[in-house]
C-alpha cells in the first residue's frame, strides 16, 4: 500500500476548504496513503445551487483528467458527486463521491438515514441521489439548517447549532436511524456533531476515504 496517492477534487473554488478537507481525509486515511487536493477554479467559492452543481462538472472532469497519472484513485469532495459520472465513464482510475459514498455506507444493513444541510437550492439534486444508488427506500429525505448558507460557513458555532436544528428534525420528524451532514465545506461541523447525537451522525468525507482505499487495494 506503500506510496498510494489520492486526489482531492474540491469543485468549490477556495483553497483553504480544500485544506480542510484533505486534512480531514489524512486523519482518516492513515498510513501508507498521499491524499493531495486540488481545488476548482472557474466554480464559486461555495456551490448552493444546482445550475452552480452541474456548471462544475466539466472542471473536476479536467482536473481529474490532468492529474490521472499522478495518482492512484480520486475523491470528488462535493455532495451532489459533480463530474464523478464523466470521470468514471471515461477513465479506469478508481473514483468515488462523498455523496454517494456517505449513502452507501450508512445504508448497510437496511438502515434508515436523512441528510442535514445547508443549501435548500440543492433539495431535489440531493433527492436524486439515493433513487440513483438504489437506496431510496431507506432514505428519510433532507432538513436544512436555518440561515443564509454563505454566512453559515463563516461561522463555526453557527454553523453548528443550525446543522444540530437540521439533524434533530431528521430524528424526531423523519425517524431517521443516522443522519449524514452533506457536504464536503461541513466536515469539520461533522466532525463536532457526532458526539452529540446517540444516533449516528455521518461526516462524508471519511467515508468516500474509506470507500476508495479498498477499491485500490483490491
Not at 1 to 22: C, E, F, Q
Not at 137 to 144: A, D, K, L, N, Q
Request: a negative charge.
Amino acid at each position: 500500500m506503500a506510496g498510494r496517492r489520492i486526489l482531492l477534487i474540491n469543485p468549490n473554488s477556495n483553497k483553504a476548504t480544500t485544506a480542510m478537507m484533505v486534512a480531514i481525509a489524512r486523519s482518516s486515511a492513515g498510513d501508507g496513503f498521499d491524499i493531495v487536493g486540488a481545488t476548482a477554479k472557474r466554480a464559486p467559492t461555495m456551490i448552493v445551487s444546482a445550475d452552480a452543481l452541474e456548471t462544475a462538472a466539466p472542471e473536476v472532469e479536467e482536473i481529474a483528467h490532468a492529474n490521472s497519472c499522478e495518482c492512484d484513485g480520486i475523491i470528488v469532495s462535493a455532495f451532489g458527486d459533480p463530474g464523478l459520472a464523466g470521470i468514471k465513464a471515461a477513465m479506469k482510475l478508481p473514483a468515488v463521491g462523498i455523496g454517494e459514498s456517505a449513502m452507501l455506507e450508512v445504508a448497510e444493513n437496511g438502515r434508515r438515514f436523512g441528510v442535514a444541510t445547508t443549501t435548500p437550492l440543492l433539495k431535489a439534486k440531493i433527492d436524486a441521489l439515493p433513487e440513483t444508488l438504489g437506496l431510496r427506500s431507506h432514505y428519510t429525505g433532507t432538513r436544512f439548517a436555518d440561515g443564509d448558507p454563505h454566512e453559515l460557513i463563516l461561522d463555526p458555532s453557527l454553523l453548528r447549532t443550525a446543522l444540530a436544528g437540521a439533524v434533530e428534525a431528521c430524528i424526531a420528524q423523519d425517524g431517521a436511524e443516522a443522519v449524514i451532514i452533506g457536504g464536503g465545506p461541513l466536515g469539520e461541523a461533522a466532525r463536532e456533531l457526532q458526539p452529540m447525537f446517540t444516533v449516528p451522525v455521518i461526516a462524508p468525507i471519511p467515508t468516500a476515504v474509506r470507500r476508495i482505499i479498498r477499491l485500490v487495494t483490491v
